[in-house]
């Protein structure tokens, strides 16, 4: 399966392949430890194919481990971010195994679940090809549990052309953005750098340590990264940017800050990958896509896709976001621009982006429901010019309570179960919920 | 009218009640000088939205004006008002005595 890959690792050697917090790792040095990995795993004698995951950042023992399970036909799923999430996102896939991984170093731990025969894994299996399952936000508020066919999907990274410029890793394993990032520097034998963090801090002195000159980055990590006064970058030579809008004024004050540094737009979801886009000039909002692994139309303002790494479907949801002939709807609002190029606008529905993170209002509510206090909420986006948009809680409080007081204990209480992105940045309190403002939101 | 002394000490203030909340002990004993965010600062993203969007209610609930401190022309400023607790609290004063 992905022996192609590994050859490749043989040929690139000395040559450096991931640079981060646990040092430097060589490709010979991660094709040993891809063969270790194997060999662990060869070891648990697991008798059919098997929900393993992976917890841990980018690093070593994470790549070896994704490779490893994928050259075997198992299903890999890589946990990153924020640990609460990780006991609910386990249940869902029922993983078997955990595999615990920091830097080069891993442990394994058996995990008691019903083993799951759910059917796209068995679908898989009967194909001999190995799943990858990544988390989105679901419309109910829970996340839901997608199964790429990571067979097809290391395929279509075998005819990269080798480059060897140091690139960012700036999302993790567990996102689409993040794995297409890998894996397409791995396939290239260029140098991913993980920086310690994502904070701004991290991320510049990991540039400036390994002289990184491709940065894949959110508009709002860039607006941030403006925010914070440095901007003497002097690597860069190419910044990616994606999974939000990109305001006008924002690439403008880009452009401005980098003026060797050339900028282009990305785009991709969880359930179709990430595809080949074009930008007219450097300026511009709009983007074509241009791959070949790919279709779309616009359909009522919403971007529809059929991509040849479609998930296989979703573990723990309908397929309700594909048509009955394989069409994936976005959710995302474009508008048609000249020469077969779109713009994307934002999302359909309700939906909040806060800096490339998505949040959905229902699990944020359920929560802010539980607070001693609390009588009634709604919780919805605003446009925010720091973080693209900002998550928002209108609360009903009962009579007499100390306002002050109440919304620090409904931020602490989703602080205690959320990650620190979809808790309410502001709280306004209000007499009542009402239809007409409602309506007035949402239209 | 706010004055300078009045517009810091809301900033001090409300630092000291998002330390506790952010898990910030450092923010606690906020002065002038501390800083918010870039180099060397104590708030990420979200703790910088979630001090901005308190600052606006607070200045409404104490001086019945209704402001946006983070706007593109607070982003495009070469000096961020947003970089220390002193220039934060500059900003607003000019802010709230614009309307």
């Known amino acids: 399966m992905s022996s192609w890959i590994l050859k490749r690792f043989q040929k690139f050697d000395s040559q450096p392949a991931l640079a981060g ?3 430097v790792t060589t490709y010979a040095q991660l094709l040993a430890l891809t063969r270790k990995a194997q060999a662990d795993l060869q070891a648990l004698n697991l008798s059919e194919p098997t929900v ?11 790549v070896a481990w994704l490779l490893a399970l994928e050259s075997a036909g198992h299903f890999a799923v890589p946990l990153a ?3 609460q999430e990780f006991p609910a996102k386990l249940s869902q896939v029922s993983a078997q195994w955990l595999v615990t991984a920091e830097g080069a170093e891993w442990k394994i731990y058996p995990r008691i679940d019903s083993s799951s025969r759910h059917e796209i894994f068995q679908k898989l299996a009967r194909q001999k090809e190995a799943g990858l399952v990544l988390f989105s936000s679901g419309t109910s508020g829970s996340p839901k549990a997608m199964v790429q066919n990571f067979t097809q999907l290391l395929k279509t990274y075998e005819n990269r052309r080798a480059n060897r410029l140091p690139i ?4 993790g394993c567990d996102h689409i953005g993040g794995i297409n990032t890998l894996l397409s520097s791995l396939a290239a034998g260029a140098l991913l750098v993980v920086p310690e963090n994502r904070s701004v801090d991290s991320v510049i002195k990991a540039i400036r340590n390994h002289s990184v000159v491709v940065l894949p980055a959110t508009p709002t990590f860039l607006n941030l990264l403006l925010l914070s006064g440095v901007v003497h970058l002097p690597s860069l030579r190419l910044i990616t940017y994606g999974t939000e809008p990109m305001p006008e004024s924002l690439l403008h004050r880009l452009h401005k800050a980098f003026p060797v540094v050339r900028f282009v737009q990305t785009f991709g979801t969880s359930e179709t990958g990430i595809l080949h886009t074009s930008s007219p000039d450097p300026d511009s909002p709009y983007l074509k896509i241009d791959d070949d692994n790919v279709v779309w139309k616009v359909v009522e303002g919403e971007l ?3 991509s040849k790494t479609q998930v296989e479907g979703y573990i723990n949801a309908t397929n309700e976001k594909f048509t009955s002939d394989g069409w994936f709807r976005t959710g995302d609002k474009v508008e048609n621009g000249p020469d077969g190029t779109i713009r994307i606008l934002g999302r359909i529905g309700e939906l909040i982006n806060v800096g490339g993170e998505k949040v959905m209002p229902t699990e944020i509510e359920s929560i802010i429901l539980g607070v001693s206090g609390v009588i009634d909420c709604r919780v919805y986006g605003e446009k925010n010019v720091i973080v693209g948009q900002a998550v928002v809680a209108e609360v009903v409080a009962q009579p007499d309570v100390d306002l002050d007081a109440l919304k620090s204990s409904i931020r602490s209480a989703c602080r205690a179960v959320l990650s620190a992105y979809k808790v309410p940045t502001r709280i306004n309190f209000v007499s009542d919920i009402s239809c007409e403002r409602l309506k007035k939101r949402r239209g | 009218m706010i004055t300078r002394k009045q517009s ?3 900033v001090i203030q409300r630092l000291g009640s998002l ?5 910030k002990p450092a923010l606690l004993n906020a002065d002038e000088s501390t800083h918010l965010f870039g180099d060397a600062a104590h708030l990420d993203s979200i703790g910088l939205v979630t001090l901005i969007a308190d600052l606006e209610q607070d200045i409404f609930n104490q001086f019945g004006k209704r402001v946006t401190l983070a706007d593109e022309k607070a982003m495009s400023r070469l000096t961020s008002p947003f970089r220390r607790v002193g220039l934060l609290a500059d900003y607003m004063v000019e802010v709230v005595n614009k309307v």
């Open chain 1, 21 to 23: 917090p646990w040092g």
């Open chain 1, 52 to 62: 393993i995951a992976i917890l841990g950042e980018h690093g070593p023992a994470v």
């Open chain 1, 81 to 83: 971010g924020n640990a």
């Open chain 1, 168 to 171: 960012l890793a700036l999302l």
């Open chain 1, 304 to 306: 529809w896709l059929k």
């Open chain 2, 8 to 10: 810091l000490d809301l």
């Open chain 2, 19 to 23: 330390a506790l909340e952010l898990g």
